[in-house]
């Protein structure tokens, strides 16, 4: 089943511009992580989260985590044309650690 | 550089036909996963393994079954093709301690089912 949902479901920005994208979900987790998928593609990992942590940094990426909320964002800096894809939360439930459950995405277009 | 490898990027199939989609990866990875990924429905785990010959359901096993021979092969069987089995099929592998831990895909295989 699904739990994660990303909002908005599609963000177009110019280049440049900072493109922030919230991931939502329903129960307790060990962590999140937030994946791109180029169209047509496999998806890649970005990042990941742990349950304990509240920010994290990768590169022009960072992604804060609220369990209070149960929350993620997923803030790309400085866009560019090449960030243009899919991105999906998915997370891994406390008390189930085979399976991980992704969300819908949200499709962002960078536009030059 | 770590790879993830599915043997078809496109493949079109008759209905009722059997269909074997292969997926093969380089890292040495105890974990591998089939799934699905369709408009509105996001990823769906089909099955997983953890181990050589070890295999688990997923969310959406009917109509599926696998097979994993060899520690680096995980193949998807579609038993006999049917339209609603049209999707992108995506193969993810990840180390045996997290299993819920970055997963590594392959660039998936488009299924068309005629």
């Known amino acids: 089943s699904q739990q994660g949902e990303e909002d908005p479901q599609a963000l177009s920005i110019q280049e440049g511009e900072n493109a922030t994208m919230n991931c939502s979900y329903k129960?307790?987790?060990?962590?999140l992580q937030w994946y791109r998928q180029n169209s047509g593609r496999g998806l890649v990992h970005l990042i990941l989260?742990?349950?304990n942590e509240r920010e994290k940094h990768s590169g022009r990426l960072r992604v804060t985590l609220d369990t209070s909320k149960k929350s993620s964002s997923l803030l790309i800096t400085a866009s560019r044309a090449a960030d243009t894809a899919s991105y999906f939360c998915?997370?891994?439930?406390?008390?189930?650690?085979?399976?991980?459950?992704w969300g819908l995405g949200t499709s962002l277009a960078v536009n030059p | 550089d770590v790879k993830v490898t599915q043997s078809s990027r496109y493949l079109v199939k008759r209905t009722g036909e059997k269909v074997f989609l292969e997926c093969v990866q380089d890292m040495d990875h105890e974990n591998m996963f089939w799934y699905r990924q369709d408009p509105g429905l996001g990823l769906r785990l089909i099955y997983f393994?953890?181990?050589?010959?070890?295999?688990e359901k997923g969310d959406i096993p009917e109509g599926y079954s696998v097979s994993r021979e060899k520690k680096e092969r995980f193949s998807l069987i579609l038993e006999s093709a049917s339209t609603n089995q049209t999707s992108m099929y995506l193969c993810?592998?990840?180390?045996?301690?997290?299993?819920?831990?970055?997963?590594?895909f392959g660039s998936g295989t488009q299924l068309s089912v005629l």
């Open positions: 998915a997370t891994a439930n406390a008390g189930n650690n085979r399976k991980l459950i």
């Open positions: 393994s953890y181990d050589v010959k070890m295999k």
């Open positions: 129960t307790s987790i060990n962590n």
């Open positions: 993810a592998s990840s180390f045996l301690g997290a299993v819920n831990e970055k997963l590594f």
């Open positions: 989260i742990r349950s």
